[in-house]
């Protein structure tokens, strides 16, 4: 069954999209019998267990409800009340997270540091660092990279181990938000290790819903030390699912045969056949380089809003503003085509 008749698909977020049938039939599998509650179930090992195979290497797992909480609680883990924590200026957890970060890790401070495209870069965290270093100012020691960013940018495994050499040398630990991690191991076909403990990883918010769950991010710690007591952290924040193998099992069907990947790449190439027939509109403008599932056009006032008039929804908040187009795993070529046949009318409309 597709949308309801007269609704369309939509490109404002990749929340936007129900569940894929991946997840949604594991959590049907999972829905019989009694089962130990809080996580003591087989689902919950199950799903550990898959993550654990993908990652090669033997991490901590838990579930818990959404990106907030998982960013949040992770980076607690990492901080001091009296610490602070590095990322972009257009990262979630400085922008998006209602200051859940400081208030987890009862009062640590985020501050922004330099880069390009929504990237954290080395020069901007060695300018933080030693921008002060006295008692008054709180103790830089994390790092928080989004991968991929907020921008729909990727860092590449090279890049991501420029940022751990510096961090290590100031002895900052790091923190990855992978609300869109899927799309980032698509785009650089890589390992999934390749980009987190091969690069310094110490803790990973693997992002489950905009990859097609209803609800449900994993946070992984490479670093084994620093899960200590998390299963508490989690319980005292309201994170601790009581039915925790629906939580699970939807990990299970997305991992046990790679659909988390191909619906990572199909978002990506969704993205990418958007940008390949927008990119050269009169008038408009490719803001960032599109590495993962969305892109972000700077449209003329008309444009934007002749496309909200004919019922697109995109948001023009995120980061520096722009019009930004997120693709979904269910995201259509012909829903594409069909956006980008109304975006070339009225822009060459206004062109005129
Ligand atoms: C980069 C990033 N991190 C984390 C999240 C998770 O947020 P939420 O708490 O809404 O699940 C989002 C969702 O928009 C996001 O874009």
Redesign the pocket.
Known sequence: MGPPAGERRQFA?D?YAGICPEAWAEAGEANAGHVPAYGDDPWTARAADLLRELFETDCDVFFVF??????SLALASLCQSYHSILCSET???ET??CGAPEFFSNGTKVLTVAGKDGKVDPTGVEWMVRRRTDIHYPKPRAVSL?QA??LGTVYTPDELKAVWAKAKSHNLRIHM?G??FANAVASLGCAPKEITWQAGVDVL?F?G??NGMAAG?AVVFFDRQLAKEFDYRCKQAGQLASKMRFLAAPWVGMLKDGAWLRHATHSNAMAELLHSLVKDLPGVKVLYPRQANSIFLELPRRVREGMHERGWRFYDFIGWGGARLMCSWDTAPEEVRAFARDLSELAREAGR
């Open positions: 977020s929340n959404n990106g907030t909480s998982a960013n990262a979630h957890v998006d997270e989004t960013t907020e938000d609300a869109r918010c992002g819903t905009k991010e």
